[in-house]
């Protein structure tokens, strides 16, 4: 009975072990990717709702909208904006020699690569959507919002390098 118990023990720890190492790099990319997957959505939708609106109602709406989604762009991927570009670092530049001075993280990250590789898909998906709506958009109302947009997501992922940031969210996942 007791021996029993000790293996019961022993296979729920290595359970939840695995658990994390699964649902660790899955939360990694669902932060990175929801955000822009936020910008997209609101975006399309909003284009869509604009095209129904009288012209001087739409003018307004769509400079609300600017507004509201060049301030989430401004804080959220003004702090994240380094972990859009080490995505797309990551196939020409080595991942390691940022994490070798975080040895509590440095062991993920194989984990972490995964995470980001698949964000670096979700993040192509998005921009081509973005780019698409830009080329095949009939307004020119809407062609400028969407330029607006892509023009924004470009501006503060390509400027960014506060890696620190990207860092401390992947400590506050891997705990």
């Given amino acids: 009975m007791k021996e029993e118990k000790k293996i019961e023990k022993r296979l729920m720890i290595a359970f939840k072990s695995v658990a994390l190492q699964i649902i660790r790099p899955i939360l990694l990319f669902l932060v990175l990717f929801l955000p822009l997957f936020f910008v997209l959505a609101t975006t399309e ?3 869509k709702f604009v095209c129904e609106l009288p012209p001087d109602i739409g003018i307004v709406y769509i400079s609300l909208f600017l507004f509201a989604i060049g301030t989430f762009i401004h804080y959220f991927f003004g702090k994240y904006g380094s972990a859009y ?3 797309f670092m990551i196939v020409v530049k080595d991942l390691e020699e940022l994490l070798d001075n975080h040895q509590e993280i440095h062991e993920a990250l194989i984990e972490i690569e995964q995470a980001l590789i698949s964000n670096l898909i979700g993040d192509i998906l998005v921009i081509i959507s973005l780019l698409e709506i830009v080329i ?3 307004l020119v109302l809407s062609k400028t919002v969407a330029g607006i947009v892509v023009a924004l997501l470009s501006f503060y992922v390509i400027t ?3 890696y620190e940031n990207f860092i401390s ?3 506050k996942i891997w705990r």
């Fill in 160 to 162: 960014n390098k506060k």
């Fill in 85 to 87: 570009k080490l995505s």
């Fill in 169 to 171: 969210l992947v400590k």
């Fill in 45 to 47: 939708l909003s284009l």
């Fill in 136 to 138: 095949s958009s009939p």
